[in-house]
């Protein structure tokens, strides 16, 4: 009980964090604005919100416990390599503004979610959400890494590249020159107000019309904005639209090479984190399906949430025993 940590998961939409215990207990939490420096509008801001709420909701069952805070754990996305002066920067300032003592250690998002996903201090992580990137993780570090290069190269298996799969699979169905497919119904339903032809003749005059309206939509939107056509694919391809499956089936096999690309050894642990593996996805599945069937067998864990891990860090950079570790693991993030 004597040693307590924060945990912050700085995301671009939320900032969560968590006050912790030497036993696992949460002590407080709270949830603030997004804080990515190239989305929000005040990403200081909301880490300071974050933090000095939970510290605040934790001196109220806890008095004095901002005094007994040992250390803390920002997850901050793109807080490796040359972003990594300007995060701890950030969360240096939120810290001492909600007046915590010292400094607090800043890691990326992928040591964040290793961390959420086992209590291991080696392994693998694999994360497919808006964007798609492995790491291999050794004591709190990235230490090798394939893919995370963005939507327009990169993130092969995401959310934001199943949604541009669709598209284009949509555009060669209206074109004339890829098969029929359910998803040029379902894709300009989710980007576009009707009404929409009901149907129509690959490269006549209403084939056209919508493949510029979708071609305007896409365009005129960020590109992330595709990631919310991946349920689309997931529905059309559990509906058993072949289009649609191969597209699911495509983004599983980039995903498991992404990973095989790291010299995965037999025992070491794998976390999956982001929607597209945490969520009820057929991609999901596959990719579960894959690992399950290799020689041996590769377990997989999921990741909880970021400011979990990031706490579970905090209380490793204290020292706490292994052994330790396991069971505060198991109290914050029970299987």
Known sequence: MDTVVVGVDGGGTRTRCVVVDGDGRVLGRAEAGGANPHSSPDPVGALTDAVRTAVAQAAGTTPGVAARVATGVFGLAGAGGAGHADALRRAAAAWHAAGLAGTPEVVGDLVVNFAAGTPEPEGLVLVAGTGAIAGRIADGAVVRRCDGYGWLVGDRGSGTWLGRMAVTAALDALDGRGPDTVLTHTVPAALLDGP???????????????????????????????????????????????????????????????????????????????????????????????????????????????????????LRRTGLPAPDLTRVHTALLPA
């Open 196 to 314: 929409f032809p009901a149907a129509f003749e690959p490269g006549g005059a209403d084939a056209h019309a919508l493949a510029q309206r979708l071609i305007r939509a896409v365009y005129g939107a960020p590109p992330a904005t595709l990631a919310r056509l991946s349920p689309v694919v997931d529905a059309a391809a559990r509906a058993g639209d072949a289009t649609a499956r191969l597209i699911a089936a495509e983004a599983a096999d980039h995903l498991v090479a992404s990973v095989e690309a790291l010299a995965p050894q037999p025992a070491e642990p794998l976390v999956f984190a982001g929607g597209i593996l945490t969520g009820p996805t057929l991609v999901a599945e596959l990719v579960t399906a894959r690992f399950a069937g290799s020689h041996p067998p590769r377990a997989v864990s999921t990741a909880g949430p970021g400011e979990l891990g990031a706490a579970l860090l905090a």
